[in-house]
């Protein structure tokens, strides 16, 4: 089991300084083989409807809590869920069991994203934030999933929503492969980034607002973009997906749209083969 949660440590926090490896390598350990605790009034239902047993134990579980904090349609990404799910689904058929649980601000609001995303997995609307308070899940959105056995020991932890690398680790786990932690310097290239925050100003939350980040390689490999993932479900990011040769740059245009007058200050995740990586962009401004 150590090996799961070194190597995703090692995938996932590449570009942290010391004092903050340290401390997510702290919780990973505290985490590792950890049983996840559910308590027995949890209850389970596929779009409030049918009730699903939870306590099935000759499968895998997948377990994501999404707390009160920030915006739903940023928390929820369920398109991205229903992706991965279906990938899961179609190499391993009813060999894993993913549920969600919820701790929203609005109630509305989530049976209304589970039914404009007709979301057909279980879900649990934890108005009491039980199964938290049971457990003391990690306050970091990255690390509120994890990949259970069938005793809901923790496999490994990490949103793979978020992470390709993470992902990639699950379906590695789910499959019954070897995890072997490949050596990758010999990939490696390096990046220059224009700038890594832009700001919009005050603007019509009505009216979408863009955005361009040029990177550069500079390294003497081609420069490849694994994924990007954004912090909200109203940010597109459009780009080349062919290799960046040494020397040349690849431009990332990047739309928002609000969804109401609010502040914005939203994150643009890239993974790429450098060090440095995950690269961490932002888009700043006042939606009024």
């Known amino acids: 089991m150590k090996k799961y949660v070194v190597l995703l440590f090692v995938l996932f926090l590449v570009s942290c300084n010391n004092s ?24 389970f239902t596929i779009q409030g409807r049918d009730t699903v047993d939870f306590r099935i134990e000759d499968k895998y579980k997948i377990i994501t809590y999404v707390d009160s904090i920030g915006c739903t349609s940023c928390n929820l990404k369920f398109a991205g869920w229903k992706n991965f799910m279906h990938v899961v689904d179609s190499l391993r058929p009813d060999s894993v069991q993913f549920l969600f649980v919820f701790f929203p601000k609005k109630v509305t ?20 934030d039980s199964l938290n308070k049971l457990n003391n899940f990690p306050h970091n959105m990255a690390f509120q999933t994890f990949l259970l056995n069938k005793n ?7 949103n793979p929503i978020l992470n390709p690398k993470i992902k990639e680790l699950y ?32 603007f019509n939350w009505e009216k979408e607002q863009r955005a361009i980040f040029t990177l550069k390689n500079i390294g003497n490999r081609p420069l490849v973009i694994d994924a990007i993932s954004t912090s909200c479900g109203c940010i597109k990011v459009e780009y080349n997906k062919e290799p960046v040769h040494p020397g040349s740059s690849i431009t990332l245009y990047v739309a928002y749209k609000a969804e109401h007058p609010e502040h914005l200050n939203k994150t643009i995740t890239v993974y790429c083969n450098t060090k440095a990586s995950p690269l961490l962009l932002k888009i700043v401004g006042n939606a009024e």
């Open 20 to 43: 903050k490896k340290q401390s997510v390598f702290n919780l990973l350990k505290e985490w590792n083989s950890r049983e996840i605790q559910f308590p027995n009034h949890l209850v």
């Open 109 to 128: 609001e989530i049976y209304q994203s589970l039914l404009l995303d007709r979301f057909k997995y279980p879900v649990c609307i934890d108005k009491e």
């Open 152 to 158: 809901n020991k923790v496999m490994a932890i990490g």
């Open 171 to 202: 379906m590695k786990i789910i499959q019954g492969e070897e995890i072997v932690q490949a050596n990758e310097d010999n990939l490696m290239t390096n990046v220059s980034i224009d700038t890594r925050s832009l700001f919009f100003g005050n």
